[in-house]
């Protein structure tokens, strides 16, 4: 059974940071790229970043570039976004996904609260 559990959330004040975490289980982790979206309160669900498992890369929504960065620990099956000098509109329940040629899982998100 495959399972993505995200963790780190928080409430935290505008300019703070979180790190996120996303440990995969009952998938090949290497095998999968690792994406993270969020979805604020009656918005849809938007990319936020992802983590190519066939060339490593690392691909951001122009909403974060130059503040979050995602990384990935194989020994863990883990993916991390760290998140610096986060804003108000960051807030939002963030999701992992892991995607392959064949499959499609996502978690159960986290929950991210920026104060001003």
């Known amino acids: 059974q495959v399972q993505l559990v995200e963790s780190g959330g928080g409430l935290v004040q505008a300019g703070g940071s979180l790190r996120l975490s996303c440990t995969a289980s009952?998938?090949?982790?290497?095998?999968?790229?690792i994406a993270w979206f969020r979805q604020a309160p009656g918005k849809e669900r938007e990319f936020v970043a992802s983590?190519?498992?066939?060339?490593?890369?690392?691909y951001y929504a122009d909403s974060v570039k130059g503040r979050f960065t995602i990384s990935r620990d194989i020994a863990k099956n883990t993916v991390h976004l760290q998140m610096n000098n986060l804003k108000v509109e960051d807030a939002a329940v963030y999701y992992c996904?892991?995607?392959?040629?064949?499959?499609?899982?996502w978690g159960q998100g986290t929950q991210v609260t920026v104060s001003s």
């Open positions: 009952g998938l090949t982790f290497n095998q999968y790229t």
């Open positions: 983590h190519v498992h066939k060339d490593g890369s690392s």
């Open positions: 996904n892991a995607i392959s040629d064949y499959d499609n899982y």
